[in-house]
């Protein structure tokens, strides 16, 4: 059985492309493609990585450029976290985000309640107009919790292999 699976950001980016007499390019749909069925929140590199793969010579450039296309007519967001590379996101409806500080695993995460909370701050003095918001929960995965208890001392299944490291090798002598 085959679905009538023309996937609905497809769809939009067709329509948005038409809107503003931009070519739809094969090229294109393959990078749009590519990140679609990702809630990885890849980086513009880890793109280009898999787009090679169906398209062996596109450029690092043009993905670049076509990921920034696809940004500004509102198909794809950017998830930003200090100190991180930018990572693409095919979800564009409002949600929120929690960032591993161990392995910047970056997860989405949806609550109304949330967003019911939130207040934005008076920014009268700023003249700043807020579009949108987003929030980064950071902490530790799953994996990483567990990754984080094995390597703690006190959990460590002993292992007759074990090597003892309580004797501190003396080499350098005080003076
Ligand atoms: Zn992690
Ligand atoms: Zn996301």
Redesign the pocket.
């Known amino acids: 059985m085959d679905s009538p699976k023309k996937p609905d950001p497809i769809r939009r980016f067709e329509t948005a492309c038409r809107q503003r007499g931009i070519p739809v390019t094969v090229q294109r749909r393959r990078i749009l493609e590519a990140i679609l069925d990702r809630t990885d929140h890849p980086t513009s590199d880890q793109v280009y990585a898999s787009v090679k793969k169906v398209l062996p010579d596109v450029s690092r450039t043009t993905v670049y450029r076509v990921l920034e296309m696809l940004t500004d007519l509102g198909l794809l967001t950017k998830a930003c976290t200090p100190g991180a590379a930018t990572r693409v996101d095919p979800r564009t409806a409002r949600h929120h985000h929690l960032v591993?500080?161990?392995?910047?695993?970056l997860i989405d995460v949806e609550d109304a309640a949330v967003d019911h909370r939130i207040r934005p701050p008076d920014l009268r003095q700023q003249a700043f107009v807020i579009e949108d918001y987003s929030i980064y929960f950071t902490g530790?995965?799953a994996?990483?919790q567990e990754a984080e208890k094995a390597s703690r001392p006190s959990k460590r299944p002993k292992r007759p292999s074990a090597r003892k490291a309580q004797s501190p090798t003396r080499r350098a002598p005080r003076s």
């Not at 591993?100 to 695993?105: K, P, S, V, Y």
């Open positions: 591993c500080l161990r392995c910047d695993r530790l995965c994996a990483c």
